[in-house]
């Protein structure tokens, strides 16, 4: 049986949302849980407390989604913020 998988980009931001992460997984519940736990040592998320996620959008493809996150790094933080403040303006922790 072909199982459809799919692929996360996520956005992680800190306690005052000042910092805004990109990220991009296969398991977004497994991965946010490694930001959490602060998993890897010398990662920018643990040095800068991003662990808080606020938004997500998911893809059938994985290049679609590496795609998506390229765009989205070399964006604009206000484009960053924008999508936030579209789907969760009060930057709520999104429960998984």
């Given at each position: ?8 980009v ?37 040095k ?49």
């Amino acid at each position: 049986m072909n199982t459809l998988r799919q692929y996360y980009v996520y956005f992680l931001t800190n306690k005052g949302n000042k910092v805004i992460y990109i990220g991009i997984t296969n398991d977004l519940e497994k991965r946010i849980g490694e930001h959490k736990e602060g998993k890897y040592d010398n990662s920018f998320t643990k040095k800068y407390g991003c662990n808080k996620l606020v938004y997500f959008e998911s893809y059938q493809w994985v290049q679609q989604a590496i795609d998506r996150e390229k765009r989205l790094k070399g964006g604009s933080r206000q484009v960053k913020v924008d999508l936030i403040n579209q789907d969760n303006p009060e930057w709520n922790e999104l429960n998984l």
